[in-house]
């Protein structure tokens, strides 16, 4: 019993992993659109138990709060409202097949790569555990310490860089409204 | 007694042990509210509410109540028999949830024809366990609740907590887990196929993610001021903090008194309470969401719906009431530096937590939901959005740089 608790403990990663990739699955190759966002809410809730796994709480529940809390809900709300039946008959979505599938390829090695690298490389019982020395932390701090030390300190420049990645994001999405009105 | 560490084993099954008494504690509590509602609101209406069936200690009773020969009943009809309005009449009615919980059991499980079948099944159960799972980081009582006693199978000399987790972003879990309920409603509300539940459910949902966010920025108030995210670390500071000088703890207090006032107001609209009930406004929505379901599926809205009033109840009672402690707003301090040393055993254990004043606080939040759904009628939608974002999000934000500078200057 001990050991079969123990050995789910330790698997509980691969276990909440493959559900994520279910999901994910679900999300892709559902027909109704709102079944596909359910299996985003629900890859979304798996990758933060992955997180909760490896001992991130801070992290996981972050992730559980900002996307299955806010981005899923608004991903919902545009699906529930916008009949999406008649844009299929138009046939404007998935008109990129060919480029995609040799991109997809190419992204596939890559992260096989990377996985095999994280996994079976020589820092692989590294990769998956958290590292105080990272954040340069010498004292045991809390995983929201240790998190936020990391962004506003050590990555304060990249992480201000992501934010203006985002905002142009925001300005190019008002942009695109804008064409379409006029 | 030396803390012993569980084996993973033993630590599985006292954890089963206490989601049982929570699960128990919760789904007693939901039918019990059910039928204090009636009688709350019938009283502050001047009616008598339920009182057909009649309870006594030897069980349920139909019929005359004032002739029945039931422990109640007998008392009551000693009192028609004096001429006065019996006082147990409070109990008159009291075995109404039995038979309320029944109905709901045994009705008719209607699924619409046209509704989508997997997602009109899931989303009452998503609702459910979204608003039951938020009580695995709810300190009921900090530390053991009592220790297993030594001769005691298996989990001999083991403490039983009074909380079922003790994570260190507590608060964040609870806002997280709870923040997947909203799914119930839209998800529910989209899979009835079905003109009323879909606009309840847009407006329930729209007014959910709205005041999430006031909500969530008054909570920042005692995390900024605790400096912390653990759930028992906080409610044990809050309410005993001991401040450096007597204005930033008469500060503090005022704060911690206008924030109570600002999160249960948030808390209200987050459990689609009234004021706030918009989602089944019954003169234009029918029943909002739930329109379509029927019998234990709906029941499960009605339970999780029930079960986040216990939770606001709860947080709020942690972070703005004082927890654990006797005095609410920080005053705790006070009380104990003159009784804490006190000859008298009584006033002593005043100064010390219990569970029973964490209980205490939230069956009198409970009751000022009650209180407040007899009261104030329902707001206008547009009154509801501006509330939210023109008022309450301002007001947290103030709060929440005062309470910046509170803790700069402590």
């Known amino acids: ?182 | 007694m030396i803390p012993m560490t569980p084996t993973l084993t033993q630590y599985l099954v006292i954890s089963l042990l206490q989601i049982v008494v929570v699960l128990g504690f919760v789904m007693t509590l939901v039918p019990l509210l059910t039928f204090a509602e009636r009688k709350v609101i019938a009283y502050v209406q001047v009616r008598l509410g339920a009182t057909r069936v009649a309870g006594g200690l030897w069980g349920a009773q139909q019929g005359r109540t004032h002739q029945s020969r039931t422990f109640t009943g007998g008392l009551n009809g000693l009192m028609w028999w004096l001429g006065r309005v019996p006082v147990f009449s409070i109990l008159r009615g009291l075995p109404m949830f039995i038979a309320d919980a029944l109905k709901l059991l045994t009705k008719e499980d209607i699924v619409p024809v046209n509704a989508d079948k997997a997602v009109f099944v899931l989303s009452p159960a998503l609702a459910m366990v979204a608003a039951f799972t938020v009580f695995a980081a709810i300190s009921f009582a900090p530390g053991a609740l009592f220790y297993f006693p030594a001769s005691f199978p298996f989990l001999g000399g083991l403490p039983f907590n009074g909380f079922l987790t003790d994570i260190n972003v507590g608060l964040l879990f609870i806002l997280g887990v709870a923040s997947v309920g909203v799914y119930g409603i839209v998800l529910g509300a989209w899979a009835s196929n079905s003109k009323y539940p879909l606009l309840g459910g847009l407006r329930s949902a729209a007014q959910i993610v709205s005041y999430e966010v006031p909500l969530t920025l008054s909570l920042l108030v005692p995390v900024v001021l605790t400096g912390s995210l653990n759930f028992n670390e906080m409610s044990t500071r809050m309410a005993t903090d001991v401040p450096v000088n007597g204005l930033v703890g008469i500060g503090r207090s005022l704060l911690m008194f206008v924030g109570f006032f600002v999160y249960t107001t948030c808390g209200f609209a987050e459990t689609n309470r009234t004021p706030f009930d918009l989602a089944e406004a019954e003169n234009e929505l029918v029943a909002g969401f739930h329109t379509e379901y029927s019998g234990m599926k709906f029941s499960f809205f009605f339970l999780s719906e029930y079960a986040s009033m216990i939770t606001v109840s709860a947080l709020a009672t942690a972070f703005f009431l004082g927890g654990h402690y006797l005095l609410p707003f920080g005053l705790q301090p006070v009380w104990n530096h003159f009784f804490e040393h006190s000859s008298n055993a009584f006033m002593a254990w005043t100064c010390a937590p219990s569970i029973l004043w964490f209980l205490l606080k939230i069956f009198f939040l409970l009751f000022v939901f009650l209180w407040v759904r007899a009261t104030l009628p329902r707001y206008r939608y547009d009154q509801l959005m501006n509330v939210g974002w023109k008022f309450l999000i301002p007001y947290t934000l103030i709060m929440f740089v005062i309470a910046a500078l509170l803790r700069y200057a402590a």
């Open chain 1, 1 to 182: 019993m001990e050991k079969l608790l123990a050995t789910i403990g330790q698997n509980l990663f691969v276990l909440f992993g493959l559900l994520a990739v279910g999901g994910a699955g679900v999300l892709i190759f559902s027909k109704s659109a709102v079944h596909s966002v359910i299996g985003f809410l629900f890859s979304m809730i798996c990758v933060a138990g992955c997180f909760l796994s490896l001992q991130a709480e801070f992290l996981g529940v972050a992730q559980l709060l900002v996307y299955a809390g806010g981005i899923v809900v608004l991903f919902l709300f545009v699906v529930m409202l916008v009949e999406l039946t008649k844009y299929q008959e138009q046939g404007i979505f998935q008109t990129q097949t060919k480029f995609a599938i040799p991109l997809v390829g190419i992204g596939l090695l890559i992260f096989a790569g990377v996985f095999r690298a994280a996994l079976f490389g020589p820092s692989a019982p590294e990769a998956l555990t958290l590292q105080q020395g990272l954040v340069g932390a010498t004292e045991n701090l809390g995983n929201a310490q240790a998190v936020s030390r990391g962004l506003f300190a050590n990555f304060i420049l990249p992480f201000e860089i992501l934010s203006v990645i985002l905002l142009v994001a925001l300005i190019g999405a008002i942009v695109l409204a804008k064409t379409e009105r006029v």
